[in-house]
Antibody, heavy 119, light 107 residues
């Protein structure tokens, strides 16, 4: 079974930084586009960023551009999200998700990691 | 950005009911439309991709239709495990955007 496991979420002060990780297993990680999607408490889903299989193309939501950096290490089957200059409105569960160009959807998703930005 | 609007925002239904949720895109997105189900405390799960294709393992009571800018998700006969929140999402272009969600609750 395809598995995605996020880690790195925690409580951080406004203006602080955090690095999220997503460990992938049971599929050929290096051939898939990967993404981060977040969900603020009690709110809907918001796409954050995507990175293609070879890191040749990277995309960001406006809310993330300039503050967040997505990256991957195909040798380690891992996806990352470096988040700087964090704001209260970045408080959310951050999900790692595989994006399939075969059916243009996010599947599967990890269980999520909670980021709380508060003083 | 492409705006995705779902209706209704919430639905109160009974087991066995037929349910239809609609999703409208602010512009043409061809068939680049997906539907997800999310249960409380769980990650979203892909149900329907490319507007009308059932993801592997998803029960056949779920179906999707539409193209262009108007789409529907139908559950033919609600089961207890179907009470959840449903989201549409466009993959036509970045930024990928989601609808605001439709919460399906037990009447």
């Amino acid at each position: 079974e395809v598995q995605l496991v996020e880690s790195g979420g925690s409580l951080v002060k406004p203006g602080g930084s955090l690095r999220l990780s997503c460990a992938a297993s049971t599929f050929t990680f290096s051939t898939y586009t990967m993404s981060w999607v977040r969900q603020a408490p009690g709110k809907g889903l918001e796409w954050v960023s995507s990175i293609t299989s070879t890191s040749s193309d990277i995309y960001y939501a406006d809310s993330a551009r300039g503050r967040f950096t997505i990256s991957r290490d195909n040798a380690k089957n891992s996806l990352y999200l470096q988040m700087n200059s964090l704001r209260a409105e970045d408080t959310a569960i951050y999900y790692c998700a595989r994006y399939s160009s075969s059916f243009w959807g996010f599947d599967p998703w990890g269980q999520g990691t909670l980021v709380t930005v508060s003083s | 950005d492409i705006q995705m609007t779902q209706s209704p925002s919430s639905l109160y239904m009974s087991v066995g009911d037929r349910v239809t949720i609609t999703c409208r895109a602010s512009q043409n997105i061809d068939s680049y439309l997906n539907w997800y189900q999310q249960k409380p405390g769980r990650a979203p799960k892909l149900l329907i991709y490319a507007a009308a294709s059932l993801q592997s393992g998803v029960p056949s009571r779920f179906s999707g239709s539409g193209s262009g800018s108007d789409f529907t998700l139908t559950i033919s006969s609600l089961q207890p495990e179907d009470f959840a929140t449903y989201y549409c999402q466009q993959s036509y272009r970045t930024p990928f955007t989601f609808g605001q969600g439709t919460k399906l609750e037990i009447k």
